[in-house]
């Protein structure tokens, strides 16, 4: 699902580079289709990284709408109607508390029929770690995750490291055991943009109760898992966790990539770029899920259809260890999150995004970022220095 447009000529040069098959691709408009090319980019690396993982498919159809709420709904519901593609990815998506009830359930509705229809749908869950919605509405005081990532009928896609890993010159290297870490690079409630720093995004849905599929390991942890009112559920009713899975989306472990688009800023005259994020993730998983049904379809079984619940039934002694590597090594996003505005100064709950304390200035002007030291936070003011005690420093029990 794509809502930009871009040159179809990138995806076959990146094949004819590396020697892949062509895979044909596609073009389906919805609504008109784009308005522009501004995120050729992100369309290139879409293309680019199925056909890369799963170069025999039949073909790569791309079904490109307007940036817009309309052009989003539209877009998945063709999807949904035409029922032709096996595996289904997107790259784009929003804060929970930015799309509207609207748009949530109308692309609910369709990722329903996909899943009836036993269509595959992967949606990347987000570049800016625990904080990607911070910068855009410090008022709720909660830490949120991605629409459609959360969405309980989709498969959500996070990212993780391999920037310790070199596989040298061998062509077909190994699995560097022990070099996948968290993805986390200077991502703080303040530093976790572009291009200042980036990380995996996940959490708990405010929106979706947890689906009966959700169980296994690293679910349900006390420390982290929320429930009840954090959902708009019952108490005791457990929360929707994100992502499902997760896949090298680190750029300094990244894909090369080729966008020749002048349309968007990020590609070049040369064409050759190395990208990352959730965005290079999700395609990689529906490539995989499409490779499970070649597989499946060639055996005369059914395609893999949604694949949450099969995902998490791989949580037996033989079955989990075997398929997955638990990333458990790397800087988390722990603490307490300091940050401010023209006016306030904020204290979070890493862990959960619950205010903690706010302070109020007593007139507007423009605030750094707050620094902590013994206890008390430094904070730049118009050039100048002024200090604040804090009214709680120590994390909730």
Same mark, same amino acid.
């Given at each position: 699902?794509?809502?930009?447009?871009?040159?179809?000529?990138?995806?076959?040069?990146?094949?004819?580079?590396?020697?892949?098959?062509?895979?044909? %691709?596609?073009?389906?408009?919805?609504?008109?289709?784009?308005?522009?090319?501004?995120?050729?980019?992100?369309?290139?690396?879409?293309?680019?990284?199925?056909?890369?993982?799963?170069?025999?498919?039949?073909?790569?159809?791309?079904?490109?709408?307007?940036?817009?709420?309309?052009?989003?709904?539209?877009?998945?519901?063709?999807?949904?109607?035409?029922?032709?593609?096996? #595996?289904?990815?997107?790259?784009?998506?929003?804060?929970?508390?930015?799309?509207?009830?609207?748009?949530?359930?109308?692309?609910?509705?369709?990722?329903?029929?996909?899943?009836?229809?036993?269509?595959?749908?992967?949606?990347?869950?987000?570049?800016?770690?625990?904080?990607?919605?911070?910068?855009?509405?410090?008022?709720?005081?909660?830490? %949120?995750?991605?629409?459609?990532?959360?969405?309980?009928?989709?498969?959500?896609?996070?990212?993780?490291?391999?920037?310790?890993?070199?596989?040298?010159?061998?062509?077909?290297?190994?699995?560097?055991?022990?070099?996948?870490?968290?993805?986390?690079?200077?991502?703080?409630?303040?530093?976790?943009?572009?291009?200042?720093?980036?990380?995996?995004?996940?959490?708990?849905?405010?929106?979706?109760?947890?689906?009966?599929? %959700?169980?296994?390991?690293?679910?349900?942890?006390?420390?982290?898992?929320?429930?009840?009112?954090?959902?708009?559920?019952?108490?005791?009713?457990?929360?929707?966790?994100?992502? &499902?899975? #997760?896949? *090298?989306? &680190?750029?300094?472990?990244?894909?090369?990539? /080729?966008?020749?688009?002048?349309?968007?800023?990020?590609?070049?005259?040369?064409?050759?770029?190395?990208?990352?994020?959730?965005?290079?993730?999700?395609?990689?998983?529906?490539?995989?899920?499409?490779?499970?049904?070649?597989?499946?379809?060639?055996?005369?079984?059914?395609?893999?259809?949604?694949?949450?619940?099969?995902?998490?039934?791989?949580?037996?002694?033989?079955? /989990? #260890? /075997?398929?997955?590597?638990?990333?458990?090594?790397?800087?988390?996003?722990?603490?307490?999150?300091?940050?401010?505005?023209?006016?306030?100064?904020?204290?979070?709950?890493?862990? &959960?995004?619950?205010?903690?304390?706010?302070?109020?200035?007593?007139?507007?002007? #423009?605030?750094?970022?707050?620094?902590?030291? *013994?206890?008390?936070?430094?904070?730049?003011?118009?050039?100048?220095?002024?200090?604040?005690?804090?009214?709680?420093?120590?994390?909730?029990?």
């Amino acid at each position: 699902m794509e809502l930009s447009g871009y040159t179809p000529g990138d995806a076959a040069a990146y094949e004819s580079e590396f020697g892949l098959t062509m895979v044909p %691709q596609q073009d389906i408009s919805v609504d008109g289709g784009p308005t522009d090319h501004s995120g050729a980019g992100e369309v290139a690396l879409d293309v680019e990284m199925m056909a890369a993982l799963a170069s025999s498919v039949d073909r790569i159809e791309l079904y490109e709408a307007p940036n817009n709420d309309m052009g989003t709904i539209s877009a998945y519901y063709q999807m949904a109607e035409d029922d032709t593609a096996n #595996s289904i990815s997107t790259s784009w998506g929003s804060c929970e508390s930015m799309a509207s009830s609207q748009v949530i359930m109308s692309e609910a509705q369709s990722f329903k029929i996909m899943a009836l229809q036993g269509q595959s749908m992967f949606a990347a869950s987000g570049d800016n770690g625990a904080f990607g919605c911070l910068g855009l509405d410090h008022s709720k005081g909660k830490l %949120q995750v991605d629409d459609p990532a959360s969405q309980p009928y989709v498969t959500a896609v996070g990212g993780t490291s391999l920037s310790g890993a070199d596989p040298g010159p061998n062509p077909n290297p190994p699995y560097p055991s022990g070099k996948e870490t968290a993805w986390n690079n200077n991502c703080t409630s303040k530093t976790c943009y572009y291009p200042n720093g980036s990380g995996g995004g996940g959490g708990n849905s405010t929106l979706w109760k947890q689906p009966a599929y %959700q169980t296994g390991p690293g679910v349900n942890e006390k420390k982290y898992s929320k429930s009840g009112s954090w959902c708009k559920q019952p108490s005791g009713t457990f929360c929707r966790e994100a992502p &499902d899975v #997760s896949l *090298n989306a &680190d750029p300094a472990s990244g894909y090369a990539v /080729y966008c020749t688009d002048s349309g968007d800023s990020n590609c070049l005259p040369s064409g050759w770029l190395v990208l990352g994020g959730t965005s290079a993730s999700a395609p990689l998983w529906a490539a995989i899920a499409a490779l499970a049904d070649s597989y499946l379809l060639g055996h005369g079984k059914p395609a893999l259809g949604f694949a949450n619940p099969y995902l998490y039934q791989l949580n037996a002694t033989m079955g /989990y #260890s /075997y398929v997955f590597h638990d990333i458990a090594q790397g800087k988390g996003n722990n603490g307490i999150l300091y940050f401010s505005d023209s006016l306030y100064i904020f204290a979070l709950n890493a862990s &959960d995004g619950t205010l903690i304390w706010y302070h109020q200035e007593d007139y507007e002007h #423009s605030l750094g970022t707050p620094v902590v030291v *013994n206890g008390t936070i430094y904070v730049s003011s118009n050039g100048d220095f002024t200090v604040f005690t804090p009214l709680i420093l120590q994390l909730p029990p």
